[in-house]
């Protein structure tokens, strides 16, 4: 079955704490892409990546990192994080940034 | 700088009434455009999408989507909507030749029965 997988789907953590939230893809896609939903905001795009080794910084690429060593993952890294970064996190997969994504479930990060 | 706009937050409209979600965007350049749905507790599924040809797109559960290029707009329109319908939609671009997704802040949709 074709699907984007992250992990974990909750997370509770205290400020400062490092995390990854891990992105896992089946389809061979070549772009992929994380963003952040928030309530009358609607998602915001942090990082993307084209292919591998290849990223770039999205809207709100503060206080993120992300890699690409292999085609089908894409890791978000919050090495230090802050209660501002408390949000809903998608990850997505498309086979070119002009063809429609393909949706992970998400992952609830609290940072207290 | 490219921007999308959905300009209602929440749409109430009773079953089988007919809906419009409404989204313009601001782009120097032409672009790619799509309509995602959310249902609660979910990802974000394709509902359709224009990329080039024919300006109206239809779906397949009875959504269409025509695009107006002189109006920058992408409205998505239902000629009757079902409870199942009940949902959160997101328009979205990218604009040819760039990498970045721009999604509008969404439109909840609630059908009554």
């Known amino acids: 079955e074709a699907q984007v997988t992250q992990n974990p789907r909750y997370l509770i953590t205290v400020t400062g704490k490092k995390l990854t939230v891990t992105c896992s893809q089946n389809?061979?896609?070549?772009?992929m892409s994380w963003y952040r939903q928030d309530p009358g905001l609607g998602l915001r795009q942090i990082y993307y990546s084209m292919n591998v080794e290849v990223t770039d910084k999205g809207d709100v690429p503060e206080g993120y990192k992300v890699s690409r060593k292999e085609k089908r993952n894409f890791p978000l890294i919050l090495e230090s994080p802050s209660p501002n970064q408390t949000s809903l996190y998608f990850c997505a997969s498309s086979l070119s940034p002009s063809q429609p994504q393909h949706f992970g479930d998400g992952t609830r990060l609290s940072i207290l | 700088a490219q921007s999308v706009t959905q300009l209602d937050s929440q749409v109430p409209v009773f079953e089988e009434a007919p809906v419009e979600l409404r989204c313009n965007y601001s782009s120097s350049v032409s672009v790619y455009l799509f309509w995602y749905v959310q249902y609660p507790n979910q990802g974000l599924q394709l509902l359709l999408k224009?990329?080039?040809?024919?300006?109206l797109v239809e779906s397949i559960n009875g959504f269409e989507a025509e695009f107006n290029k002189s109006q920058t707009s992408f409205h998505l329109r239902k000629p009757s909507v079902h409870i199942s319908d009940t949902a959160e939609y997101f328009c979205?671009?990218?604009?040819?030749?760039?990498?970045?997704?721009?999604f509008g802040t969404g439109t909840r949709l609630k059908v009554l029965a």
């Open positions: 224009y990329l080039s040809g024919s300006t």
């Open positions: 389809m061979n896609h070549e772009y």
């Open positions: 979205a671009v990218i604009p040819s030749g760039t990498y970045k997704y721009i």
